[in-house]
């Protein structure tokens, strides 16, 4: 797959860009949020071309499903490259209030600036941007105080790019989760796969699944044992290894055979519910 191209850019995407562009002059700070179990695959790798030298925090979110030790690896990663980095669970107070308390860090030259010239503070505006499914609607309700972003476990379900006000002067600029149009690179792909951030007709959900075991047996192999009764996997005979999980699972059809197509997606409905976490896709 190295060299095959993944092609999964709905129009809302492209049109997110152009939108962007168009407000990047009204736009005083970037939230970048990634998901935590996937620092290096979750982010944007041309963003830079997008927001330019605008103050940005990363806002690695999902803590609470990490791996928190090869996490902090990449927290490490990015601030040794000049980034400003939280990691949070936006189901908490604390994780909000240090975002606020670093918007006010980051943006005090504007307001510091508009009292030079005899003027009140400003809100300050904030655009926040990410792939699907990393919180950042979550996020926006947080600090809205109540619910004005869609939330979805699912890719795709901001599309619009909208103005929301916020309890702390701070109004936020929603964007729809993008992607780059193009996904060159295998474990990028499956590890966006694998925690959603693709819809799942977009590659094969057996070669996914199969990469979440491969995963799990490298790194986290409780969860093979606990949830699918295999002490080791064992890639030469994964037919029997799916008998085993269908037989665990109860992914059984009519004379007795297990549905292959089930334990897949029950597979990646396991980390997608949050049966399976702890883990770090993305290796340091």
């Given at each position: 797959?190295?060299?095959?191209?993944?092609?999964?850019?709905?129009?809302?995407?492209?049109?997110?860009?152009?939108?962007?562009?168009?407000?990047?002059?009204?736009?005083?700070?970037?939230?970048?949020?990634?998901?935590?179990?996937?620092?290096?695959?979750?982010?944007?790798?041309?963003?830079?071309?997008?927001?330019?030298?605008?103050?940005?925090?990363?806002?690695?979110?999902?803590?609470?499903?990490?791996?928190?030790?090869?996490?902090?690896?990449?927290?490490?990663?990015?601030?040794?490259?000049?980034?400003?980095?939280?990691?949070?669970?936006?189901?908490?107070?604390?994780?909000?209030?240090?975002?606020?308390?670093?918007?006010?860090?980051?943006?005090?030259?504007?307001?510091?600036?508009?009292?030079?010239?005899?003027?009140?503070?400003?809100?300050?505006?904030a655009?926040?941007?990410?792939?699907?499914?990393?919180?950042k609607?979550?996020?926006?309700?947080?600090?809205?105080?109540?619910?004005?972003?869609?939330?979805?476990?699912?890719?795709?379900?901001t599309?619009?790019?909208?103005?929301?006000?916020?309890?702390?002067?701070?109004?936020?600029?929603?964007?729809?989760?993008?992607?780059?149009?193009?996904?060159?690179?295998?474990?990028?792909?499956?590890?966006?796969?694998?925690?959603?951030a693709?819809?799942?007709?977009?590659?094969?959900?057996?070669?996914?699944?199969?990469?979440?075991?491969?995963?799990?047996?490298?790194?986290?192999?409780?969860?093979?044992?606990?949830?699918?009764?295999?002490?080791?996997?064992?890639?030469?005979?994964?037919?029997?290894?799916?008998?085993?999980?269908?037989?665990?699972?109860?992914?059984?059809?009519?004379?007795?055979?297990?549905?292959?197509?089930?334990?897949?997606?029950?597979?990646?409905?396991?980390?997608?519910?949050?049966?399976?976490?702890g883990?770090?896709f993305?290796?340091?």
């Amino acid at each position: 797959m190295a060299d095959q191209k993944i092609h999964w850019y709905p129009g809302h995407m492209a049109k997110t860009k152009r939108l962007i562009k168009e407000k990047y002059d009204l736009i005083d700070i970037v939230y970048e949020v990634l998901d935590a179990r996937i620092p290096y695959s979750s982010k944007m790798n041309d963003l830079d071309d997008l927001i330019k030298n605008k103050p940005r925090i990363i806002i690695m979110n999902k803590k609470d499903l990490a791996d928190i030790n090869i996490t902090n690896k990449w927290v490490k990663y990015y601030e040794d490259k000049g980034y400003r980095v939280i990691l949070t669970n936006l189901k908490d107070d604390k994780s909000i209030n240090e975002i606020v308390n670093l918007t006010k860090e980051l943006t005090q030259f504007i307001q510091d600036k508009r009292s030079s010239k005899g003027l009140n503070n400003k809100t300050i505006r904030a655009l926040v941007i990410g792939i699907p499914n990393v919180g950042k609607s979550t996020f926006i309700n947080r600090m809205a105080g109540k619910n004005v972003a869609n939330i979805g476990n699912n890719p795709g379900v901001t599309k619009e790019v909208t103005w929301l006000n916020t309890k702390y002067d701070i109004s936020i600029l929603d964007t729809p989760g993008i992607l780059m149009p193009n996904l060159t690179d295998e474990n990028v792909a499956l590890n966006l796969a694998s925690m959603s951030a693709i819809p799942r007709d977009i590659l094969p959900v057996d070669k996914v699944a199969i990469y979440i075991l491969n995963m799990l047996n490298d790194y986290y192999k409780d969860y093979l044992k606990n949830l699918y009764n295999i002490e080791e996997l064992d890639n030469d005979n994964l037919d029997i290894m799916y008998d085993i999980i269908g037989h665990r699972i109860g992914a059984i059809v009519s004379g007795g055979n297990v549905d292959y197509k089930k334990v897949s997606n029950r597979i990646l409905e396991d980390i997608k519910q949050e049966k399976i976490k702890g883990i770090t896709f993305d290796r340091k």
